[in-house]
């Protein structure tokens, strides 16, 4: 048995995916495991990878000037970490962390971009389920700037 493909086929991800399609993307990952207080990425760097987390914690963070490193959003068992390999330029649009020691499927970004480019189907099916992690994201995000940023509802005294 393949312990990658295995793994793989129990994350919600990749659920009611094709076997064939779990099978090759299964060729482009491995089982890894991080402690916590490390750094999967930050920032601006090449994005060559991403992760299907199985267990624990890792805190996206976005650099913000005079606050440092802000916290967007957690992330935990079942979710997925990384999307920026997808589109030009292929860099980070956040930083992660672990925060709790991480179980995950790490990928070979470019490995899987090829596999998408090669069967234009699964290309799409996988760049559905990416755009709604996007989607996600992008929710999580615009909801923390405003808990950051935002403006009062309260009238003006006068």
Excluded: C, K
């Excluded at 090449?46 to 992760?51: E, G, K, L, N």
């Excluded at 980070?92 to 962390?97: D, E, M, R, Y």
């Excluded at 996988?126 to 996600?136: E, I, Q, W, Y």
């Amino acid at each position: 048995m393949n312990r990658t493909r295995d793994l793989l086929a129990e994350h919600p991800f990749v659920a009611g995916l094709a076997p064939d399609r779990v099978d090759r993307l299964a060729l482009y990952g491995h089982p890894v495991y991080r402690n916590r207080g490390y750094r999967l990425f930050a920032s601006g760097r090449p994005a060559t990878r991403f992760w299907l987390l199985r267990t624990g914690e890792v805190a996206l963070d976005l650099h913000t000037p005079g606050r440092g490193d802000v916290v967007i959003e957690n992330l935990r068992g079942g979710d997925v970490l990384g999307w920026s390999w997808l589109f030009p330029p292929q860099r980070w649009q956040f930083g992660a962390i672990v925060v709790e020691p991480i179980r995950a499927i790490e990928f070979d970004a470019p490995g899987v971009r090829s596999l998408m480019n090669d069967d234009s189907g699964f290309g799409y099916e996988l760049t559905r389920r990416f755009t709604a992690v996007m989607l996600d994201r992008l929710q999580a995000t615009r909801t923390r700037l405003l808990d950051l940023y935002g403006y009062s509802t309260a009238e003006p005294a006068g």
